[in-house]
């Protein structure tokens, strides 16, 4: 049976579900958008012609979208061809709107999940096969009409062809770079970035009893490195201290036996301290830094010194550095080398536990995460033979996809520029069209 997405159910009305809702309607695809009362319905529909920003760019499109209730109206999603959840990120709730709904959806629809990192498996353990090949994570990125990554995630017995389905519509119609990811924590740019940023605390506190301070370790994870301007401590407040403790916790439960971030899943002190006392980011008026408004208009940012525990003037570091700077035997060179260097590693040996390839494991990063370059590419960048002989100084290893290219007798790990990739059987393959 081929399937055809033309209409969608987004069941929890959201900050994902009306990013979804309104990307899809923007494309003139019939939406029916469910939320736990009518009153929470409406006003995701506001939010969507309205926030900031708003999630439908056309005005009038938001004639696409029916609304209703969880509780009066998931019969008609029997009318609608994707079934897409997106309530809060707790398995049972999941499963119970799970086993509500399958009966209910018509034959040759298909269903996906949005979570950010609850195995699939979990979600629909024990369900009637029709669900079980009809399901896919569809794990898109916040806010959801900007960020161009969604990784797609089969279950073990999905069929190829409601893969294939999915596939052209993020793809094709919502414009979305897919990624194929497998069904393990976190899929890939989670997996990687969260790494990157929980580990990253444990660097930056060594980095910072080494004399740098909170804006130099910004500085030195942002241009310098390909990263957003964010940096470390400036991403973690985009994104709430309260999340990343959700997220190392479900990394605790749910990373292999010896996986390196195993390490990395609870905060350091002074950031258990800030979470404690609800001082979670932007989201609670500060957590790193702080942004106010003056009486003439102007903005004052504060940075919250975590040596002294105060507020104090921000400060201005910028850096006419590059990635080689995690070669120098230096205080930054030990903290780039700490948290990026341990990043790439990471990132080189999880094939092929999270991805096929190192192209999807790129395309995450960049498409996710805004790094210019994905770890592969970044290390390309850098010099492979340099980096796995840090590797081995440093770590006492050489990271899986480094010894692939070295068996292989390869230089790089992209070659014709950039047109082939080295695949774990050691040879070149074509790299896919995105
Ligand atoms: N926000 C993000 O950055 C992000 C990114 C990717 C994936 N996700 C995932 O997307 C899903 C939704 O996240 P969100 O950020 O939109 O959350 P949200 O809190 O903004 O929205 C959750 C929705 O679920 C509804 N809800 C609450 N309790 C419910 C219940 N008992 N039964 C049914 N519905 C209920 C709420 O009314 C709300 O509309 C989660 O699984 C989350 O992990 C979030």
Redesign the pocket.
């Known amino acids: 049976m081929s399937r055809k997405i033309n209409s969608v159910a987004v ?8 990013g979804i809702a309104g990307l899809a309607a923007e494309h003139d695809c019939k939406v029916l958008m469910l ?2 009362s009518m009153e ?1 319905a409406e006003k ?1 529909l506001e939010r969507i012609v309205s926030g900031r920003p708003p999630a439908i760019d056309t005005p009038g499109k938001e004639a696409n979208i029916t609304l209703g209730t ?1 509780e009066d109206d998931l019969e008609k999603i029997a009318d609608y061809d994707w079934i897409c959840e ?5 398995l049972s ?2 499963r ?2 799970f086993d509500r709904l399958e009966p209910l959806r018509k034959d040759g629809s298909v269903v996906s ?6 195995p699939l498996r979990d979600i629909t353990a024990g369900m009637p096969e029709r669900l079980l090949k009809d399901v896919c994570v569809t ?4 806010p959801v009409k900007i960020m161009k990554l969604c990784e797609l995630v089969p279950s073990a017995q999905t069929d190829a062809e409601v893969v294939d389905a999915f596939r052209d519509y993020l793809g094709g119609v919502m414009g979305k770079g897919v990624v194929n990811a497998k069904d393990t924590v976190n899929f890939i740019g989670n997996r990687i970035g969260c790494f990157w940023m929980l580990m990253g605390l444990h660097a930056a506190t060594h980095a910072r009893a080494a004399g740098l301070s909170q804006e130099r370790i910004d500085a030195l994870m942002s241009k310098p490195m390909g990263l957003p301007p964010t940096g470390l401590y400036g991403l973690i407040d985009l994104i709430g201290l309260d ?1 990343m403790n959700f997220v190392g916790k479900n990394l605790a439960l749910n990373l292999p036996k010896g996986d390196a971030g195993q390490g990395f899943t609870k905060f350091p002190a002074a950031e258990q301290a800030m979470f404690e006392r609800g001082q979670l980011g932007r989201k609670s008026g500060g957590g790193f830094y702080r942004v106010s408004k003056l009486d003439d208009g102007s903005k004052k940012k504060e940075t919250f010194d975590l040596a002294t525990g105060t507020w104090r003037d921000a400060e201005d570091v910028s850096l006419d550095v590059g990635p080689d700077v995690m070669f120098d035997d230096t205080a930054d060179g030990t903290f780039a080398w700490d948290i990026m260097g341990g990043t790439l590693a990471y990132a080189a040996d999880l094939v092929p536990e999270i991805s096929d390839d190192i192209v999807n494991i790129d395309r995450a990063m960049r498409w996710g995460f805004g790094w210019s370059k994905g770890p592969f590419e970044m290390i390309d960048s850098i010099g492979p033979a340099r980096f796995a002989e840090k590797c081995r100084a440093k770590l006492e290893r050489t990271p899986k996809m480094l010894e692939v290219l070295e068996s292989a007798g390869a230089d790089t790990f992209y070659s014709e520029n950039g047109t082939s990739f080295l695949g774990l059987d050691s040879t070149f393959h074509k790299v896919p069209a995105e």
């Open positions: 069941l929890g009305a959201g900050t994902m579900g009306i939320d736990v929470a995701a969880l997106a309530v809060i990120e707790d709730t999941k119970a709107l999940t949005n979570t950010s990192g609850i794990h898109f990125f916040n999340v």
